[in-house]
């Protein structure tokens, strides 16, 4: 089992930044990847950023290249989520994933996620 509990998120006006955090507790050595999922209002879930826990490569979404930063602190079993330059078009529930691994012979991956956190970005 994999738990994970969120922090960070609030209001931002546009152009500034918040920083999410994600902390995992539980079988984390099980974790095979970690990501950053957000729904905008009356909009469907969408990938924001990922990094895989191996090779610590990432993988961002279009619209947020070059504003958006995730990265992992494995003592703090941590991953975070640096948001710069913050538009309106950000606004969304944040959610922090995790993809765990129970047999290394198996393909399948089981997804845990934490609880949600809003962020708003205010014009």
């Known amino acids: 089992q994999v738990q994970l509990v969120q922090s960070g998120g609030g209001l931002v006006q546009s152009g500034g930044s918040l920083r999410l955090s994600c902390t995992a507790s539980g079988s984390v050595s099980t974790i095979y990847a970690m990501s950053w999922y957000r729904q905008p209002p009356g909009k469907e879930r969408e990938l924001v950023a990922s990094?895989?826990?191996?090779?610590?490569?990432?993988n961002y979404a279009d619209s947020v290249k070059g504003r958006f930063t995730i990265s992992r602190v494995d003592a703090e079993n941590t991953v975070y989520l640096q948001m710069n330059t913050l538009k309106p078009e950000d606004t969304a529930v944040y959610y922090c994933n995790a993809k765990q691994r129970r047999d290394p012979f198996l393909r399948k991956l089981y997804d845990y996620w934490g609880q949600g956190t809003q962020v708003t970005v205010s014009s």
């Open positions: 990094i895989s826990r191996d090779a610590g490569s990432t």
